[in-house]
């Protein structure tokens, strides 16, 4: 039983560029959420993804936008990027946002 | 809104003692509580979850976690601690938006478990 996947695992970009990342969420599972990770801190909730709209949002900016596919999977974009986006990206998937989320690897950003 | 605090950034403890990770969290109502454990470089691995019950709740790998509503704690405990549990653990509280369950989870900083052999 495949886990949460995520691509790529290693991501370099300069300010100012835009990045996509992706989520395959756990098989059975049907809603997706997205983290952000910063060196030395806990996990901060970024948004939700549940039928293909965004149901929950953190506290982010509009440059922080997302997808859900039919099939479930999930895209993080983030455009304008800063220095500051710099950080591990982690995906988690649940059934029906079901407080019980497992996570992925994650990916891990580095804006220069 | 809710918030959870780990006191303890970094503790480090000898292979085969005990071990006690502490967890403070603010919430208006009855809390889910959850601890994660990180590997360097990986993604979090859920130890063990508190929706209701018993407030004693057993984990993987031998943890378990005890919820004290008065003190609004959710600590975590091992016996006897293996080489192999090194790692960075993350307390975390499930939020409940309007009674439906989204789903999203509030963190602590995390405490850094560092085992001597």
């Known amino acids: 039983d495949a886990g949460v996947t995520q691509s790529p695992t290693h991501l370099i970009k300069t300010r100012g560029q835009q990045v996509t990342l992706r989520c395959s969420p756990k098989s059975g599972h049907d809603t997706v959420s997205w983290y952000q990770q910063a060196l030395g801190q806990g996990p901060q909730f970024i948004f939700q993804y549940y039928e293909e709209e965004e149901r929950q949002r953190g506290n982010f900016p509009d440059r922080f936008s997302g997808h859900q596919f039919p099939n479930y999977s999930s895209e993080l974009n983030v455009n304008a990027l800063l220095l500051g986006d710099s950080a591990l990206y982690l995906c988690?998937?649940?059934?029906?946002?079901?407080?019980?989320?497992?996570f992925g690897p994650g990916t891990r950003l580095t804006v220069t | 809104a809710q918030s959870v605090t780990q006191p303890d950034i970094h503790i480090t403890v000898s292979e085969g003692a005990s071990l006690e990770l502490r967890c403070n969290y603010s919430y208006g109502a009855t809390p889910y509580l959850f601890w994660y454990v990180q590997s360097p470089g990986q993604g979090l691995q859920l130890l063990l979850k508190?929706?209701?019950?018993?407030?004693l709740v057993q984990g993987i790998k031998g943890f378990e976690a005890e919820f004290k509503r008065s003190q609004s704690s959710f600590n975590l405990r091992k016996p006897s601690v293996h080489w192999s549990d090194a790692a960075e653990y993350f307390c975390a509280v499930g939020e409940d938006a309007g009674g439906t369950s989204y789903g999203k989870l509030t963190f602590g900083q995390g405490t850094i478990l560092t085992v001597h052999p």
């Open positions: 508190y929706f209701s019950g018993d407030t």
């Open positions: 988690a998937s649940s059934l029906n946002g079901y407080y019980e989320q497992y």
